[in-house]
């Protein structure tokens, strides 16, 4: 659809990457850490309430600082992955500011190792009080916390260790082509192939997007092997058990939650996602799909097209409508050039909100087609970047939401987002479509991303034992998907390699079962704002937004009279869409 779509403007940083304030801003906060780390280190348990206050304002001044450098940055290069001078902007940031860093290690540590009796006697000034949250995540994890002299290596090495593999990918990624019909077409292109309603070309393009990640499977492989082996000794210095332990002490989620999540997902699976996926082949007229075909338009057809302006009205209608305060905040992005949503050459792919700092503003990217997905797409990114506007009060030691809670707001305003197109919907078997369409971005939400949370289990299992192959990093691959999509899709020799594309294994692993604990979560969620047994529903909603990362996910939900430690809670959400696959069995 050719139309103007929004770029973002990141001058509310800086005026571009060679802006002479960045250089002067990194070298007098850089002077600030040094102070610092002259005049405090060794002295922090030995410091005054009033000492100790001024020290973590300050502290936190200087990540502020840091995060305006890197989130401008990042921001840039994720605009134009290709663009050498952004890629190496962005390396040499990186590098200064792990720098910058490593003159902090000492703060958490000494923070985290100071006797119980004189923290308990500190905490009862209001000042350190206020940061007992954050106070609490450091603390928690000081028993994984290796020397000073360890960790302060282990920062400034981050930016030519994991951080350099995951620019490989990145850069990498960036800069393929995959062959479609003669023409040279970029990740989002290709993949965006895949959703069309014409078999032919979802499997022309399931042909390429095999093709050329098989082509590029040995560096993908080597990637993978070693961001695994480098989390392993890492971890296994710092002591952690299994190898999601790290992820869930980041998430302050606790391990035996998280397998819950997991074990009753999986143990579902053949009663959601292998039971709806043997319908819909039938809908497409046989027993059984090719891989490819499982997110075919079920209607056989694309279905409607929606300008920008439309999509920016539909998701901004279905936040006034929920709540006029939140409402009025994702407006704020549509007035100001905040989004970046065109298409283009160098672009990095999917969609996101950066949080960027606390006193600046979230920036949300995406790649625009005009579809029905693009439009849910947009409501996603929005709950997110509504959800960091509101969590910003907190400051930027304990703005942060713990991924646990992350995609509450993404998730719950797709929801709502979802229910203003369907009841503005008037055909009943166009709403059986949509509401099939639903189910398949649910059941990719919880379903699908256990499935990859089951596959990385398995390679950073394995991984511990020696280096994994290709052929056997995908048969990982092929077991875990065949177990969550079911008998009614076929996984031929063309599907192995397509555990290459996913970012998320490079970038942040074990990421993904966030995704399907915040999809069950709104579940739930939804069930109580629906039946109105709430009548605070509202006012507790944008309480645990506005609280960050302040408060775990059991408190946070405790309002709402759900407790996600037990397996009930994780079934809730799953009858959800086990109730709305019943709704469109007789959908011919």
Same mark, same amino acid.
């Given at each position: 659809?050719?139309?103007?779509?929004?770029?973002?403007?990141?001058?509310?940083?800086?005026?571009?990457?060679?802006?002479?304030?960045?250089?002067?801003?990194?070298?007098?906060?850089?002077?600030?850490?040094?102070?610092?780390?002259?005049?405090?280190?060794?002295?922090?348990?030995?410091?005054?309430?009033?000492?100790?206050?001024?020290?973590?304002?300050?502290?936190?001044?200087?990540?502020?600082?840091?995060?305006?450098?890197?989130?401008?940055?990042?921001?840039?290069?994720?605009?134009?992955?290709?663009?050498?001078?952004?890629?190496?902007?962005?390396?040499?940031?990186?590098?200064?500011?792990?720098?910058?860093?490593?003159?902090?290690?000492?703060?958490?540590?000494?923070?985290?190792?100071?006797?119980?009796?004189?923290?308990?006697?500190?905490?009862?000034?209001?000042?350190?009080?206020?940061?007992?949250?954050?106070?609490?995540?450091?603390?928690?994890?000081?028993?994984?916390? *290796?020397?000073? &002299?360890?960790? /302060? @290596?282990?920062?400034?090495?981050?930016?030519?260790?994991?951080? +350099? $593999?995951?620019?490989?990918?990145?850069?990498?990624?960036?800069?393929?082509?995959?062959?479609?019909?003669?023409?040279?077409?970029?990740?989002?292109?290709?993949?965006?192939?895949?959703?069309?309603?014409?078999?032919?070309?979802?499997?022309?393009?399931?042909?390429?997007?095999?093709?050329?990640?098989?082509?590029?499977?040995?560096?993908?492989?080597?990637?993978?092997?070693?961001?695994?082996?480098?989390?392993?000794?890492?971890?296994?210095?710092?002591?952690?058990?299994?190898?999601?332990?790290?992820?869930?002490?980041?998430?302050?989620?606790?391990?035996?939650?998280?397998?819950?999540?997991?074990?009753?997902?999986?143990?579902?699976?053949?009663? *959601?996602?292998? &039971?709806?996926? /043997? @319908?819909?082949?039938?809908?497409?007229?046989?027993?059984?799909? +090719? $891989?490819?075909?499982?997110?075919?338009?079920?209607?056989?057809?694309?279905?409607?097209?929606?300008?920008?302006?439309?999509?920016?009205?539909?998701?901004?209608?279905?936040?006034?409508?929920?709540?006029?305060?939140?409402?009025?905040?994702?407006?704020?992005?549509?007035?100001?050039?905040?989004?970046?949503?065109?298409?283009?050459?160098?672009?990095?792919?999917?969609?996101?909100?950066?949080?960027?700092?606390?006193?600046?503003?979230?920036?949300?990217?995406?790649?625009?087609?005009?579809?029905?997905?693009?439009?849910?797409?947009?409501?996603?990114?929005?709950?997110?970047?509504?959800?960091?506007?509101?969590?910003?009060?907190?400051?930027?030691?304990?703005?942060?939401?713990?991924?646990?809670?992350?995609?509450?707001?993404?998730?719950?305003?797709?929801?709502?987002?979802?229910?203003?197109?369907?009841?503005?919907?008037?055909?009943?078997?166009?709403?059986?479509?949509?509401?099939?369409?639903?189910?398949?971005?649910?059941?990719?939400?919880?379903?699908?991303?256990?499935?990859?949370?089951?596959?990385?289990?398995?390679?950073?299992?394995?991984?511990?034992?020696?280096?994994?192959?290709?052929?056997?990093?995908?048969?990982?691959?092929?077991?875990?998907?065949?177990?969550?999509?079911?008998?009614?899709?076929?996984?031929?020799?063309?599907?192995?390699?397509?555990?290459?594309?996913?970012?998320?294994?490079?970038?942040?692993?074990?990421?993904?079962?966030?995704?399907?604990?915040?999809?069950?979560?709104?579940?739930?969620?939804?069930?109580?704002?629906?039946?109105?047994?709430?009548?605070?529903?509202?006012?507790?909603?944008?309480?645990?937004?506005?609280?960050?990362?302040?408060?775990?996910?059991?408190?946070?939900?405790?309002?709402?009279?759900?407790?996600?430690?037990?397996?009930?809670?994780?079934?809730?959400?799953?009858?959800?869409?086990?109730?709305?696959?019943?709704?469109?069995?007789?959908?011919?």
């Amino acid at each position: 659809m050719a139309e103007n779509l929004p770029v973002w403007s990141l001058t509310d940083f800086y005026q571009d990457i060679h802006s002479d304030q960045i250089n002067i801003d990194l070298k007098n906060w850089t002077e600030k850490a040094l102070k610092m780390q002259q005049l405090y280190e060794g002295r922090i348990a030995e410091l005054s309430s009033a000492e100790l206050g001024n020290l973590i304002t300050n502290f936190e001044q200087i990540i502020a600082a840091m995060g305006k450098i890197s989130s401008h940055a990042d921001l840039s290069f994720a605009a134009d992955t290709s663009n050498p001078d952004f890629a190496q902007h962005a390396q040499n940031m990186s590098e200064a500011i792990n720098v910058v860093y490593s003159h902090l290690v000492f703060v958490e540590l000494e923070l985290s190792s100071m006797p119980e009796d004189h923290y308990q006697i500190l905490l009862e000034d209001e000042a350190i009080a206020y940061y007992q949250p954050w106070l609490r995540l450091v603390r928690s994890a000081a028993k994984y916390n *290796l020397e000073p &002299r360890l960790e /302060k @290596m282990l920062v400034e090495q981050s930016p030519t260790n994991k951080q +350099a $593999w995951v620019r490989l990918f990145d850069e990498t990624f960036s800069e393929l082509r995959f062959d479609f019909k003669g023409k040279k077409l970029t990740e989002t292109e290709i993949l965006n192939k895949l959703t069309k309603a014409d078999p032919n070309i979802r499997a022309t393009a399931a042909a390429s997007l095999a093709h050329t990640l098989t082509d590029n499977l040995r560096l993908f492989t080597l990637i993978t092997n070693t961001i695994s082996k480098q989390k392993e000794t890492e971890e296994r210095w710092r002591g952690f058990d299994g190898v999601v332990s790290s992820r869930n002490l980041a998430n302050d989620v606790d391990d035996h939650v998280v397998e819950t999540l997991v074990t009753t997902v999986t143990e579902r699976m053949p009663e *959601l996602s292998h &039971r709806y996926y /043997k @319908m819909k082949a039938k809908w497409l007229g046989g027993e059984t799909m +090719a $891989w490819w075909d499982r997110n075919a338009p079920v209607s056989g057809d694309e279905g409607k097209q929606f300008t920008w302006q439309e999509a920016c009205e539909i998701v901004q209608s279905s936040f006034d409508k929920f709540d006029p305060e939140m409402g009025g905040l994702a407006k704020q992005f549509f007035d100001n050039p905040w989004i970046d949503a065109q298409i283009r050459e160098g672009k990095a792919s999917g969609a996101f909100s950066h949080p960027t700092v606390t006193s600046i503003h979230p920036y949300i990217l995406m790649n625009f087609e005009g579809y029905s997905r693009d439009v849910m797409t947009l409501a996603h990114e929005m709950g997110h970047g509504v959800h960091q506007l509101l969590a910003a009060e907190q400051g930027e030691l304990m703005s942060s939401t713990p991924l646990t809670l992350a995609e509450t707001a993404s998730v719950f305003s797709e929801m709502l987002t979802f229910n203003a197109v369907l009841d503005a919907e008037t055909s009943e078997q166009a709403k059986r479509y949509l509401l099939a369409d639903k189910i398949e971005d649910m059941l990719n939400t919880v379903v699908r991303q256990v499935a990859f949370h089951n596959f990385e289990k398995l390679v950073h299992t394995n991984r511990k034992k020696g280096e994994l192959s290709s052929d056997q990093i995908s048969k990982f691959w092929v077991e875990t998907q065949k177990q969550a999509l079911g008998p009614a899709i076929n996984i031929d020799e063309s599907f192995k390699p397509i555990w290459a594309y996913v970012p998320h294994f490079v970038h942040t692993p074990f990421y993904v079962y966030a995704y399907a604990f915040g999809d069950c979560l709104v579940n739930a969620l939804w069930q109580v704002y629906q039946d109105g047994s709430d009548p605070d529903f509202n006012t507790h909603y944008k309480t645990l937004l506005r609280s960050g990362g302040t408060i775990r996910f059991d408190s946070a939900l405790a309002p709402f009279s759900l407790n996600p430690s037990a397996p009930e809670f994780w079934n809730k959400g799953l009858d959800m869409i086990s109730s709305m696959i019943d709704k469109v069995e007789d959908l011919q």
